[in-house]
């Protein structure tokens, strides 16, 4: 699995707005340097709600209901694991997928540094740094993480 994830999930029930500091940093530099783009970060409501559906991916995935992802996310959405797959049905068959083919006996996602831009009125795009901890064969567990 890729180190980062990036999609359109459900959750922005109202207008993307930044009153965040470090987007009106970012602007600031932007605004000081022509070679920047200024990226807009969402505002903090929509953080956390974003910041949840992240978490509640993962925990799906943990608890061995892959095979839901595709309700956290928007039609058009995209899920990117080193191959995007795109849309509600392609990530809902990939989540099958992963149930029927599962390559370990455990695992679990720690998710951190999650940053969310607005990308549209009603859209955002993000990544999130992830820590898999995986127990894929029939030797003891260990607390290594995985690493690809």
Known sequence: MKPHARGRLLGLGHGV???VALALAAFA???SDPGLTAEQLVSETDHV???RLVTEHAWRVDHGRADTVH???VDDGVL???????GRQAIREWGRQLIATAPWRSIRHVCANMRFVAD???A???TTLLT???VAGPGPATTLPFGG
């Open 17 to 19: 707005h930044s009153i």
């Open 71 to 73: 309700e956290l996310y």
């Open 132 to 134: 898999v901890f995986m």
């Open 120 to 122: 549209g009125a009603n």
């Open 80 to 86: 990117d694991v080193g191959t995007p797959v795109r």
């Open 124 to 126: 955002a795009e993000g």
């Open 29 to 31: 530099a932007a605004q």
């Open 49 to 51: 709600e974003l910041s």
